[in-house]
């Protein structure tokens, strides 16, 4: 199923995207729901971000590639950090440029979306706990990140978080092609076997951290290719089975 989000007669809603309309749902994904008749055309509405997180645990360097590319060693453990979800952006939203920025970069990442609460979760277990997988963009002041010591600032800006366009359980998260294009122009171009953290170990090694909470964001990571945006330019983040991610930079 492809769950998605929007404002449907001035009220927040869940739907089940099949093709070009929406069978809309009572209740949510994250809980008990039901399908009912009622369906709205795809082009009527405008989707929101598909999962209202309240945090979003973000990977570092989870890519052989990525890290080879700032020159750092690969990692023994995950590199984390957090994003608040005032970065949340929905598809289409628009990426604001901050004025202390003065370099802006896109990061195209596999989002895990994590169904029910998740505590001391087993590996072999891990997949039971998640709702399914969406588009993220890490969008990152670059010029930020190396002068705080810590990711925070660089990545923690209100729309830094662009997530859809919709929620997928119908695809396997483990060999997923990745791309992102700026302008039209493919800057990244991966898969997520090649991960170096798979995505049952973070949930796994997550949980035993923090609790992760229905609607919850795992942003595995980005691959190499990494380069800056200017105002005006078109990003777009695509993974197989999951859609295109589509956002301007303002």
């Not at 309240?54 to 590199?79: M, Q, W």
Request: charge should be negative; aromatic fraction near 8%.
């Amino acid at each position: 199923m492809k769950f998605v989000r929007f404002i449907y007669e001035e009220n927040e809603r869940y739907g089940l995207l099949e093709n070009s309309s929406i069978a809309l749902i009572d209740g949510t994904p994250f809980g008990e729901y039901r399908i009912t008749d009622e369906t709205v055309d795809r082009e009527d509405i405008e989707l929101l971000y598909p999962a209202p997180f309240s945090k979003a645990v973000c990977i570092g360097l989870n890519y052989r590639d990525h890290a080879e590319e700032f020159g750092l060693p690969i990692p023994e453990t995950p590199v984390v950090f957090l994003k608040p979800s005032t970065s949340a952006l929905s598809p289409e939203g628009v990426i604001e440029y901050p004025e202390m920025c003065h370099r802006l970069d896109y990061e195209a990442e596999l989002a895990v979306v994590i169904g029910k609460t998740a505590k001391n979760v087993r590996e072999e277990e891990a997949m039971d706990f998640i709702l399914g997988y969406t588009i993220a963009n890490d969008v990152t002041a670059r010029d930020l990140q190396p002068k705080n010591g810590q990711w925070t600032i660089a990545k923690g800006f209100d729309t830094f978080m662009p997530l859809g366009p919709y929620i997928s359980d119908e695809v396997d998260g483990s060999g997923l092609m990745i791309t992102s294009r700026v302008n039209g122009e493919t800057k990244q171009k991966s898969n997520t076997s090649n991960l170096i953290f798979p995505v049952p170990y973070l949930v796994s090694y997550l949980s035993h951290v923090m609790t992760l909470l229905p609607g919850d964001i795992i942003s595995t990571g980005t691959p190499g290719g990494i380069s800056g945006m200017q105002k005006g330019d078109k990003v777009e983040i695509e993974i197989e089975g999951l859609g295109i991610l589509r956002n301007t930079i303002g």
